[in-house]
């Protein structure tokens, strides 16, 4: 039994002026047992929609979808029992009490009784390493201990299919790291859990998951492992370039037919970087197009393709990180 199924699942949203609005358009994916399954594309793609559907929040305008084989329609207490959703920036808990007394308050939403209740929070405060903030109140906390408390609780009540949306968002890179193998760690400790996950950081899509979805304007464009993904990239077509413009230089990436181009800035230096995708074009004639454009190209390099080429070519716009 695979722990997500979508069949031609389909939301349409009405808004003013009896507009509609497709937020997802025939969605099929299957998340299997024991699997991270990433989830990628640019705001106002439908994750948030699916995820909602799948958490039972929502209800599909049409199609079906199933959680552990229960439908998300008719058996969504049965769901919910089994699930969890740890998001990037959410502010659940209360500020006044401690990361222990939070961590105890949602174990009795669960029913746990307390020699249960206590064992699991225990058991997550030193999974976690967030001993020494255990007693700390969760208005006193870092960032990254807030999102640790977080996951905490998301774990509480050992979720078959844990939902985590942006987990990493806003953390710093030692922290992001502490927090992804910690992940992969709790997947691999049980065989039997799944994670659905997105993420706007493709290093992390690539490091954590078994498979990756990109969804665009409510459609699954892309599907497979991440290595399948960037096989279909052609290593000759993707180059890195290094460059400086006073103007605006997307303004300039528009009126160069036939690339695709993801965008960087540096404001303390005042260079750019960009990952550039040749889809129909000459490396040389777009690098002309760019000094005639006034652009001091610093350097350039054919690069080797990731995941972040692949979403660029799919999507045509880059990931923003």
């Avoid at 998300?72 to 222990?100: A, P, Q, W």
């Avoid at 255990?134 to 977080?150: E, I, P």
């Avoid at 498979?211 to 960037?230: D, F, N, Q, T």
């Avoid at 760019?290 to 999507?315: H, I, M, N």
Wanted: aromatic content about 6%; proline content about 3%.
């Amino acid at each position: 039994m695979a722990a997500i199924k979508t069949i031609d699942l389909t939301r349409v949203f009405k808004r003013e002026k009896s507009e509609l609005i497709t937020a997802l358009d025939k969605i099929n994916i299957e998340v299997e047992e024991g699997e991270i399954f990433g989830l990628l594309g640019p705001n106002g793609a439908g994750k948030t929609t699916l995820i909602k559907i799948l958490c039972t929040l929502l209800s599909p305008t049409r199609g079906k979808a199933y959680v552990h084989g229960y439908d998300v329609e008719k058996e969504h207490s049965k769901i919910r029992e089994i699930i969890n959703v740890v998001s990037g920036g959410e502010s659940s808990g209360y500020g006044m009490l401690t990361v222990r007394e939070n961590l105890w308050f949602f174990s009795q939403l669960y029913g746990f009784d307390g020699r249960e209740a206590k064992r699991r929070i225990d058991m997550l405060i030193e999974s976690l390493s967030i001993g020494d903030f255990a007693d700390v109140r969760l208005n006193k906390l870092s960032t990254g201990m807030f999102q640790k408390f977080h996951l905490a609780r998301g774990l509480i009540n050992n979720p078959k299919v844990l939902f985590l949306d942006e987990p990493t968002l806003g953390l710093d890179v030692a922290a992001a790291r502490e927090i992804r193998k910690f992940v992969r760690r709790w997947i691999e400790e049980d065989p039997h859990r799944s994670i659905l996950l997105t993420t706007h950081y493709m290093a992390e899509a690539e490091e954590l998951c078994d498979r990756i979805a990109i969804i665009h304007k409510g459609r699954i464009i892309a599907l497979g492992s991440p290595r399948e993904l960037v096989e279909r990239a052609n290593p000759e077509r993707v180059f890195e370039i290094e460059c400086k413009y006073e103007g605006n230089l997307e303004s300039v990436l528009k009126d160069i037919a036939g690339i695709k181009a993801s965008l960087r800035h540096d404001p303390e230096t005042g260079f750019s970087k960009m990952r550039l995708v040749l889809v129909d074009a000459d490396i040389d004639e777009v690098v002309k197009e760019f000094v005639s454009k006034g652009v001091s190209v610093l350097s350039l390099k054919r690069a080797v393709p990731t995941l972040e080429d692949v979403f660029l070519t799919t999507v045509g716009v880059g990931l923003v990180e």
